[in-house]
């Protein structure tokens, strides 16, 4: 199996140590865990030629504490340079290193023509596709007490729409290969009774737009308990024919390849044979197997 969804930096700051060091810890644990290639996507945010998109992202908001936080959030965040990481991933891969380049894109409203454009001189393997924000709210946040509050009085079926509309805009942007973690709206457990019109439009949005769809252990980590996407979402998947690819999300070496066992059930019941890996942006389908040392 694939791990197509790795950071190498913890969240916060803390984005000066070797990264040649740190790839082959998360190489030492893929190969313990029989996973055959992984993918380093560390967030855009994390990277200062980042910069000139977020402080263009949230100009239309009127001051308020969320957004002041959303600034202070990125400044600590967009630290490292993004061509200094390239090399490194690009020598990991030329000294025979199983990994591939990528990033995971966030959603840029309205900014992801000029996202494509920053991204396009680079030699990316993969780029993710991810909403983490709605506006300045970082929804998925749950070290924001202040991001979290807002679940407090937020409407449901007005936040999944927010929500569905950011990802179909991203979809259609083009700009990126695969949706990551398709329902992360669902993180803090907060989820309206009628999801069908939210799985019809997620679903749809992946379909339409020739995207890869990440099945991903995050969700078991987190207050929902449950993979990303839900076992219903990822039968409307299956059904439309959508590829996927397999991911853990880690922030750690030790969680590469987490919970890869039950994943690996699951798309075999959703009727999965073949999963994506990616070469310069290219999809390519790989037999499903069983993440085992016994297959390897
Ligand atoms: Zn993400
Ligand atoms: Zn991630």
């Given at each position: 199996?694939?791990?197509c ?58 001051p ?29 891969k ?15 409203p ?21 909403v ?6 970082r ?7 202040l ?43 907060r989820?309206?009774?009628d ?23 995050a ?78």
């Amino acid at each position: 199996m694939i791990d197509c969804h790795v950071h190498i930096w913890p969240h916060g700051s803390g984005t000066s140590f070797p990264v040649e060091k740190t790839l082959e810890k998360y190489c030492e644990q893929a190969a313990a865990v029989g996973i055959e290639e992984l993918a380093i996507t560390e967030h855009l945010f994390r990277f200062v030629q980042a910069i000139p998109l977020l402080e263009r992202a949230w100009t239309a908001e009127e001051p308020s504490p969320l957004l002041e936080d959303m600034h202070t959030y990125w400044r600590t965040h967009a630290t490292a340079d993004l061509d200094a990481y390239v090399t490194a991933v690009e020598m990991a891969k030329a000294r025979g290193m199983p990994v591939l380049l990528g990033l995971e894109v966030d959603y840029y409203p309205a900014l992801m023509d000029a996202v494509g454009e920053l991204l396009s001189g680079y030699p990316f393997d993969v780029l993710l596709g991810s909403v983490h924000w709605l506006g300045s709210w970082r929804f998925d946040d749950l070290d924001s007490k202040l991001s979290m509050d807002v679940w407090d009085h937020v409407q449901l079926d007005e936040a999944y729409e927010r929500y569905v509309a950011a990802v179909e805009e991203l979809a259609s942007s083009h700009v990126c290969d695969v949706l990551a973690h398709l329902d992360l709206i669902k993180v803090t457990a907060r989820v309206p009774e009628d999801l069908s019109w939210v799985h019809n439009r997620l679903a749809d949005a992946a379909f339409m737009n020739g995207m890869t769809v990440e099945v991903s252990s995050a969700g078991w980590r987190k207050p929902i308990a449950e993979q990303y996407p839900c076992s219903s979402l990822l039968e409307l998947l299956a059904e439309k024919g959508v590829p996927v690819t397999t991911a853990s999300d880690a922030h750690d070496p030790s969680v590469v390849g987490h919970g890869f066992d039950k994943l690996f059930r699951l798309l075999e019941g959703a009727g999965y044979t073949h999963e994506n890996t990616f070469r310069r942006r290219s999809p390519l389908a790989v037999p499903l197997e069983a993440a085992s040392l016994e297959k390897r």
